[in-house]
């Protein structure tokens, strides 16, 4: 059985899928956060791929401007979360904080 | 007359007055006043320059202008009046006067409630100025604005609720209009390659396939119908008009709802005229219905100006009446029945104003006697009743005398039906009449003070036109008939429908048709 | 080896001197320490720059009209009509949300810090750069740029746990946007072999894909990350919580640049680059305009917070907007222009009342509104043309904004559209009346005057004299007059709108 | 001048009261008592004088001239309608001008004293002479248009009039009664012009004359059943007569007004300027004398056993209506016209003098309160049974002529059937008012009231017409009652002369028929209706002679002594329950008021409540609260959660990718 590229395809697609799935199902916000990670790692297997496929630069320029911005996120995301949970010590999951509705 | 341009200046003078009332200080409400009396006295001015310059015997526009607003939105301004609209912009110019005099009670706000007083009658004129659709419909909807501040600021204790029905009820109508109003244009451009909502280029167009055509018809028809108010989009009028403070209570019936049947008159009939042909038996039964539903439900409530409001929905049946007579008897006496509508209940409404600031209640049963107390408001009340119940001598009598034969001329059973009506009508009022006004007075009504000078101001102009209307209807018919004649001659071409012999009558006697700007009435064809 | 490409400056001097001013606001907070000028000088900095950026915007206006639409930094960002005009917007509305913070903050009681500027001119440079974003990765890049400040700006107000639970949300949903979106880009150039957008449209001139559903599925994320950022329904969720947390000015500037930036590259990538695949995606972005339009109005209807409403009615709005785009013709495309320019003004004047009206904690309860119109008739008034002209009265800008989108649906034949959005418009009527009625007759339904039983009565709104200062006023009054007079004489902005639009 | 000029003048005889009337609208207050009526009367009598003048002129012409038309303005004009106001004098109109003009004035003065002391007495006479002008303008006009202008201020005036003392609340409702009804007649009136224009191209007469003839079987019966249904309104025949009795709320003077030389007999005037359209066709013809058949009798029988003066002439006045569209029903124009004539004059004394007695007993108008009058009121009572006589017809008095020439004719028409109900309903007339100028005039005194019951307060808003059945309270009268003054005493004794002597104006001997010959042109082209032998005339006489004097004799002998004991009607107790049922004239009234008040009531409040407020408007309210339910519905989605909020997202991502793959798939 050879490996072709479709595989990693699939296996982008499937990553995306879990990552989704996990923002969804899990209620820790840093768990969450790291579920968008994985979404933005399975498009960047999909352009590395397709890079291949296409024989082209580009895909693979793209996944450097992903994890800088990524990272960015990270950064930006973790400090939100850090505040709200200094602000309160308890229970600091997506579920707890449901002030804004309606 | 120079080539002053008198529409223009019609609609603009209410609105710069309503922008100078904006300069006044807050408390010096005399001054707003005098802003609103210069204001609405000027207009007055201009309104009768008009009616005096108008030239009888055109079926044309008069009085056009012509400037090209956006070309991107296909907005014009065009403003022209005929014999449809020229009376009615004088008989606003005029309630809005009287109406600013019966409001000399309101002490709170008298700024803005100026302000909003005038924007109202800027916007009025302009919708029966407009021959854009566009603008037609921006003045419209606009209308709704200073219309909806007077009834929530200025109403009595439901006007919240009457505010918001008013404003959404009438919206949702026009709502339809506006879709229909575009679908036209676009398909007008479709086909001839230029976006204009031109109504003269519009009508001049041979129009959307007959299916399109009926759709476009019905969308038009919701919003005139619910203004006007045709049964059974009629439900907003009783609420808005019980809550609205005097002087909206007087405009509202006066012109507001007038602007739904001119609607009908000047665009359903010129822009889809087989679909008006076609819809015609189910109008005119929506109008027979109206008229009788109306005056029926108005003898049933305990609210004065329930009742009259009741009244005008059954008037504003004979006017549908008239209109989908597609005579020109019958368009005639819509016309005029429009145009004397607003004295009679203009007056109603004012007098039920004078007893509600003497007994603070509208309620039937908190009355009795009045007649033996204050004879003076009693004869104007009567007066303006009987002007409705189309006493002749009195202006009602002539227009729902011809929208009746008109609607007889075309549709035999539906006129018999119709003048039944003039049975149930008498009812409701006379009896509300015989209930406030007869019997020995009761409790605080034995203190009723008369008429006063300022009151005896208001109302009596109005029933003296009335009177005047009433004996004397020819400068106003022949005003009104060529342009009726040219709509049901459209009419006539467009669709092959034959009208009734006795309405042929006279084809022959109508004076040629020759407006004051040439060649762009219309019913020119290109 | 390539070189660099060149780069040309005119087509990136705003984001420059966006970038420089970035620059300088920093140094100057950390050199100088605590002094009280420091506040003002780099708000006046911000002011500065944003003019600069401004004037940089108006010479490439020139040079677009008298040479043309070009290309420039390797062909990933366009300068044209459309990106200059929506650059403008974006600029004006920045320097309004500037003009506006500086009272509101010191009410409120926020220390700024400079970082609160700074993080709104970063913003600000995402969005022009995705004006006119060229290449689905500048794009994606730009998204990201403009986003993470607004994250934080969002959550300024630590104090508040509301303003931290709208950054919060905000945050996580935007994130997983951008990650549909670049995932749906990845497909896009798995599919197309390109990620500049004239590139993806000349293939796709070029060959008929065999097998369209990689591409179509590509093209349908990016739909979910731009409909995201544009507030369209389904994907709208944090609009209502983020603008409600967000201080007043943020919530404007969100409401005015960034709608009207999302738009810009949503328009720039289904009509620059998958313009050939039109009737695929037209389906997708009626379904969008409906669930907007009826959810938004809908929504809107049944909220009791004034700021809520207002965040509602901006999903509301998009759906308007998207009826221009959903036409697909260059009516539209100008509708859609004209629409985000004129509610950018509308939208900031709005919350610009409510950043002037603002206390600390700031509440905007439809109660507290009560009796606003005796209190401070000169801000009801204003308040009042803004939401009459967001509901669409005629007469006022927002009218005509209407009317346009209306138009191109007109033109389309969209007539179901058509008819959804006119009604939709009606139902947006009720709730700015409802607003307006609060706070002229002190209550929303005849008889009860007051507050709903059990919850505290909050405290009325402009109840201390306070004045308004001189940049909230320049906004407001700005605001007002050119709504008035667009709305009555709409010929000059129509004109650019539609200018802009040709030059594409 | 020559004749021609004068008649050119006719315009001013109804433009005479209506300047009266707005003058004393506008001052009438300010001029008072009596000037105001002086005025009133005067600006009448003027306009008699003009009517006089006028029948001189037409008299100096030759038959066929005799018709002359006054152009005035065009009034309303549009499309292929056109109508002007014009006034035709011929025979016809100038004769009903006369009446109205002539016995007018005479009430008009009579009014001058009897309103003396009224609070609002200018407006009454401008009402009052409003009233006249109106019916001057039906009469004269030259098309039916202007025809319905006075025949609606006819009803106009009559509804003020009636209800002139409003703050009696019986007074103001008889008011509104009296227009409602009227107006249903009036609807009859339009559809009437609407089927005239349509047929004929025009209202005018000088059309319908030449036209009539040739419309279509079914128009013309159409249109005069139409008119016909006015006349009924207007003219108080059966089915529509229920405002007439109610009339009787408005002032003596009111009543004699209506009943004598106004509005009533317009009915009958149409019916006789409109005979183009009845003439021919048997059909409406038959429902017209049919209808006064009956009308005259059932009113008759209504009128037996009333207990109000003035109640019992207002259903004798129903009745004699009757024989008049009995007559114009089978083609007898002009011996309806004759009856009008005489009508007028005895029944105006009747009134005027029934207005004396109510005024000498201190506003009481009950009959079982009066008795033996004649001494105290000789004068009026000379004037009253002049005319009870005549209209009873005992012969030479003018009653005798006209009853017995419309029964005549009736019967030489050939209907017997309508000849024998006209015959029943002398026998009542005989009956019913003899029994009131007995009770009135004759037999015991009862308006005294005991030693030591104390008078009842006045009460101003209590209306003083009695109801049948209600029990005879103390009369209020203090002292003798006594004649009034001339003003007052005069009309009636005129009046009862006309009665007298009206019969000369059409004896039915050749030449002697002069009001037939005078009215011979504007009844061209009917058939004239000849007995046809003198023998069968004069049989026909001695039949009604002798059912009349057997009506005569039969009250007599009842009511010779008054009423011994004053709850006990001897007519009544013979009776039994046919009695009751005459007293509340077969219930009619009553089911009329049941129905409007009960189902139709329900009907127009179920039409408010359930389909108004329950149907439409819940339904409007309905759309709005489901739109405001559909928002609050949104609202619960936006439950707050992040979680949901994603799901919402992918939820929105799964849809678009899920449209990706169909589209992918289709294409």
Not at chain 4, 195 to 223: C, H, K, N, W
Not at chain 4, 269 to 295: E, I, K, S, W
Not at chain 4, 379 to 397: C, D, K, R
Not at chain 4, 531 to 557: E, N
Request: glycine share 10%; with cysteine.
């Amino acid at each position: 059985m050879r490996v072709t590229d479709t595989w990693y395809l699939v296996v982008g697609a499937l990553l995306f899928s879990v990552g989704a799935a996990g923002v969804l199902l899990r209620r820790n916000v840093l768990v969450i956060l790291m579920c968008i990670e994985l979404m933005l790692n399975a498009a960047n297997l999909s352009f590395v791929t397709f890079a291949r496929r296409l024989d082209d630069v580009t895909g693979q320029v793209a996944v450097f401007f992903v994890l800088v911005v990524a990272a960015a996120e990270v950064a930006v995301g973790l400090a939100i979360v850090v505040a709200i949970f200094r602000q309160r010590r308890r229970g600091a999951t997506a579920d707890d904080v449901s002030l804004l509705r309606g | 007359m120079s080539d002053f341009p008198v529409l223009s200046a019609l609609i603009a003078v209410p609105f710069l007055g309503a922008a100078a009332t904006l300069w006044v200080p807050e408390q010096r409400a005399e001054a707003a006043r005098a802003v609103g009396y210069l204001t609405t006295t000027l207009t007055l001015g201009l309104a009768g320059l008009l009616v005096w310059d108008f030239r009888a015997g055109v079926g044309g526009f008069q009085f056009v202008e012509e400037h090209r607003l956006s070309s991107t939105l296909g907005v014009s301004w065009i403003v022209g009046v005929d014999g449809y609209s020229v009376f009615l912009v004088a008989v606003t110019a005029l309630l809005f006067l009287l109406g600013l005099v019966a409001s000399e009670t309101v002490t709170d706000r008298a700024k803005a409630y100026t302000f909003w007083f005038l924007l109202l009658e800027g916007t009025i004129i302009g919708v029966f100025c407009s021959l854009d659709l566009i603008s037609f419909f921006v003045f419209w909807e606009l209308m709704l604005v200073p219309m909806w501040f007077l009834i929530a600021g200025w109403g009595s204790a439901a006007r919240r609720y009457a505010a918001m029905k008013f404003f959404l009820y009438t919206a949702t109508g026009s709502a339809f209009l506006l879709a229909a109003i575009l679908a036209l244009g676009f398909l007008h451009r479709a086909d001839v390659g230029e976006l204009t909502f031109d109504l003269r280029a519009l009508a001049a167009w041979d129009g959307p396939p007959p299916g399109t055509a009926r759709w476009l018809f019905a969308g038009f028809m919701v919003a005139f119908a619910v203004k006007a108010p045709i049964w059974p989009l009629h439900t907003w009028l009783p609420d808005v008009h019980t809550e609205a403070p005097t002087a909206g209570s007087v405009i509202l019936a006066g012109v507001i709802i007038k602007m739904g049947t001119y609607g009908i008159l000047r665009f359903c009939f010129d822009l889809f005229p087989g679909a008006a042909v076609d819809a015609a038996p189910i109008m005119l039964t929506l109008a027979v219905v109206g008229i009788l539903y109306g005056s029926v439900v108005a003898a049933m409530q305990r609210d004065a100006k329930r009742v009259i409001a009741y009244s005008s929905v059954a008037h504003m049946g004979f006017v549908v009446l008239g209109l989908f007579s597609l005579t020109v008897i019958g368009v005639g006496g819509a016309t005029f029945t429009m145009l004397s509508h607003p004295l009679t209940t203009g007056s109603l409404f004012l007098v039920i104003g004078m007893l509600y600031e003497r007994r603070h209640s509208r309620l039937i049963d908190d009355f009795g006697g009045v007649a033996t107390v204050a004879p003076l408001l009693t004869g104007a009340f009567l007066v303006a009743t009987f002007a409705g119940i189309g006493l002749p001598g009195l202006s009602g009598f002539v227009g729902e005398f011809l929208s009746l034969l008109g609607a007889f001329l075309a549709h035999r059973w539906w006129g018999v039906a119709a003048t039944a009506g003039v049975i149930l009508a008498a009812v409701s009022m006379l009896w509300m009449v015989r209930r406030m006004f007869g019997g020995p007075p009761r409790g605080p009504v034995a203190s009723f003070t008369d008429l006063s000078w300022r009151e005896a101001a208001t109302v009596v102009p109005l029933l003296a036109l009335s009177l005047f209307l009433g004996v004397h209807p020819r400068p106003v018919l022949q005003r009104i008939e060529p342009t009726a004649a040219r709509t049901i001659e459209r009419l006539t071409e467009r669709t092959g429908r034959r009208p009734p012999a006795a309405d042929r009558a006279r084809a022959h006697h109508r004076p040629a048709a020759a407006g004051r700007v040439p060649a762009v009435g219309h019913g020119d064809r290109r | 080896m390539r070189a660099v490409p060149p780069i040309h400056w005119p087509a990136v001097a705003p984001v420059a001197a966006l970038g420089v001013t970035v620059v300088v606001a920093v140094m100057l907070r950390s050199l100088v320490r605590r002094s009280a000028w420091v506040d003002d000088a780099v708000i006046a900095l911000t002011l500065v720059g944003l003019a600069v950026a401004g004037g940089f915007v108006v010479v490439q206006w020139r040079i677009v009209r008298s040479d043309g639409a070009y290309q420039a930094v390797a062909g990933a960002v366009a300068v044209d009509g459309f990106a200059v005009f929506v650059a403008g917007v974006v600029l004006a509305a920045a320097a309004a949300s500037v003009l506006l913070s500086r009272s509101y903050l010191r009410t409120v009681g926020l220390a700024h810090g400079g970082e609160y500027l700074v993080l709104l001119l970063c913003s600000t440079i995402g969005m022009l750069v995705m004006a006119g974003a060229n290449d689905l990765l500048v794009v994606f890049v730009a998204l990201e740029v403009l986003s993470i400040p607004l994250y934080l700006l969002t959550a300024f107000d630590r104090r508040r746990r509301a303003s931290l639970e709208g950054g919060m949300k905000y945050f996580v949903l935007g994130s997983f946007a951008s990650a549909v979106f670049l995932y749906g880009v990845a497909l896009t150039y798995g599919a197309t072999g390109s990620t500049s957008l004239p590139g993806v449209a000349a293939f796709l001139a070029r060959t008929t894909l065999a097998e369209s559903g990689t591409l179509l599925a590509g093209l349908m994320l990016m739909l979910v990350g731009l409909g995201f950022k544009v507030a369209a329904v389904p994907f709208h969720t944090w609009v209502p919580d983020a603008y409600q947390g967000a201080p007043a000015p943020v919530t404007g500037f969100m409401a005015s640049a960034t709608k009207a930036a999302a738009f810009a590259a949503l328009a720039r990538v289904l009509f620059t680059g998958l313009d050939a695949y039109r009737s695929d995606w037209r389906p997708a972005v009626w379904a969008l305009a409906v669930l907007t339009l009826v959810v938004g109005n809908l929504a809107a209807l049944a909220q009791r917070d004034v700021k809520r409403l207002l965040a509602y009615s901006s999903v509301a709005h998009a759906g308007f907007i998207l009826i221009g785009i959903e036409a697909a013709n260059q009516r539209g495309r100008a509708a859609a222009l004209f629409y985000l320019a004129t509610y950018a003004l509308m939208v900031l004047g709005t919350f610009g009342v409510l950043a002037a009206l603002a206390r600390r904690g700031e509440r905007f309860d439809l109660e507290c509104f009560a009796g606003l119109g005796r209190r401070r008739p000169v801000l009801a008034g204003v308040l009042t043309v803004l939401l009459l002209a967001q509901a669409g009265v005629p007469a006022t800008s927002g009218f005509v904004a209407k009317l346009g989108v209306f138009q191109a649906a007109a033109q389309a034949r969209s007539w179901a559209l058509l008819v959804v959005g006119v009604l939709a418009a009606v139902v947006g009527v009720a709730y700015y009346l409802r607003v307006l009625l609060v706070m002229y007759t002190g209550a929303e339904a005849d008889g009860g005057e007051g507050t709903a039983e059990g919850s505290p009565v909050p405290p009325a709104l402009g109840a201390a004299p306070v004045g308004v200062d001189a940049g909230t006023g320049i906004v407001l009054a700005v605001a007002v007059a050119v709504t008035v007079w667009v709305g009555v004489a709409p010929g000059g902005l129509l004109d650019l709108a539609e200018r802009a639009r040709l030059l594409f | 001048m020559n004749a021609r000029d004068v008649l050119d003048l006719a315009w001013l005889i109804p433009v005479l009261p209506l300047a009266g009337a707005a003058l004393l609208f506008c001052f009438g207050r300010r001029l008072g008592e009596p000037a105001a009526g002086w005025v009133a009367t005067g600006a009448l009598a003027g306009a008699f004088a003009l009517s006089v003048a006028c029948l001189v002129a037409l008299v100096g012409l030759e038959g066929p001239e005799r018709s002359h038309l006054v152009r005035g303005h065009d009034w309303i004009g549009i499309g292929g309608f056109r109508s002007g106001v014009g006034f035709l004098v011929d025979p016809l109109s100038i004769t009903w001008a006369l009446l109205v003009t002539g016995v007018g004035s005479l009430i008009h003065l009579y009014a001058v004293g009897y309103m003396h002391g009224d609070a609002r007495y200018g407006r009454f006479f401008a009402t009052f002479n409003l009233f006249a002008a109106a019916m001057l303008v039906l009469v004269l006009a030259d098309n039916f248009l202007l025809a319905f202008v006075g025949w609606e201020g006819v009803g106009l005036c009559s509804y003020l009039l009636i209800g002139h003392w409003s703050e009696r609340p019986r007074a103001a409702t008889a008011g509104v009664k009296a227009f409602v009804t009227n107006r249903v007649g009036d609807a009859g009136f339009l559809v009437a012009m609407f089927l005239i224009f349509g047929a004929l191209g025009s209202l005018d007469y000088a059309v319908m004359r030449e036209g009539a003839a040739q419309l279509p079987a079914e128009t013309a019966t159409a249109v005069a059943l139409a008119l016909f249904l006015a006349c009924m309104g207007k003219s108080a025949q059966i089915l529509l007569h229920l405002w007439l009795p109610d009339a009787m709320e408005g002032p003596t003077p009111v009543s004699a007004l209506i009943h004598a030389a106004t509005m009533v007999t317009a009915g009958v005037y149409l019916v006789c300027r409109a005979h183009p359209f009845f003439d021919r066709h048997a059909a409406a013809g038959d429902v017209v004398a049919l209808v006064g058949a009956l009308t005259a009798l059932l009113a008759g029988t209504a009128a037996l056993v009333q207990v109000d003066v003035k109640r019992v002439l207002a259903y004798s006045t129903i009745s004699q209506l009757g024989y008049m569209f009995l007559a114009a029903g089978v083609g007898a124009y002009a011996a309806a016209v004759f009856f009008v004539v005489v009508h007028a004059l005895y029944k105006a004394a009747l009134f005027l003098g029934a207005g004396t007695v109510i005024h000498a007993t201190g506003d009481t108008q009950d009959l079982r309160l009066m008795g033996g009058l004649r001494r105290y009121l000789p004068l009026t009572a000379a004037g009253f049974v002049a005319s009870w006589l005549a209209l009873v017809g005992v012969p030479p008095l003018s009653g005798f002529w006209a009853k017995d020439e419309v029964l005549a004719k009736a019967l030489f028409a050939g209907e017997p059937l309508v000849f024998g109900i006209g015959l029943a309903a002398v026998f009542t007339t005989g009956l019913y008012l003899t029994r009131e100028a007995l009770l009135v005039f004759f037999g015991n005194e009862r308006f005294r009231r005991p030693a030591g019951v104390p008078a009842p307060a006045h009460d101003p808003t209590v209306s003083p017409t009695v109801d049948y059945g209600t029990p005879p309270g103390p009369p209020p009268l203090d002292g003798d009652p006594h004649e009034p003054g001339p003003v007052m005493t005069l009309p009636v004794l005129v009046l009862g002369v006309g009665a007298v002597v009206g019969g000369l104006l059409n004896l039915p001997f050749r030449r002697l028929e002069v009001l037939t010959h005078w009215l011979e042109p504007a009844f061209e082209g009917v058939e004239e209706i000849t007995a046809p032998s003198f023998a069968a005339a004069a049989a026909v006489s001695v039949v009604s002679v002798t059912v009349a004097a057997l009506a005569l004799a039969l009250a007599w002998r009842l009511y010779r002594r008054g009423l011994p004991e004053v709850s006990v009607d001897p007519l009544d107790v013979r009776l039994g329950p046919l009695g009751r049922c005459f007293g509340h004239a077969w219930y009619y009234d009553e089911a009329v008021t049941a129905f409007v008040g009960g189902p139709a009531r329900r009907a127009a409040e179920r039409l408010d409540r359930a389909v108004d407020a329950g149907g439409i408007d819940r339904a409007v309210g309905a759309v709005a609260a489901g739109v405001v339910r559909a928002g609050a519905a949104m609202r619960a989605l936006q439950s707050g959660f992040l979680r949901r909020y994603a799901l919402g997202v992918l939820a929105g991502t799964v849809a678009l990718l899920g449209y990706a793959i169909l589209r992918a798939g289709a294409g």
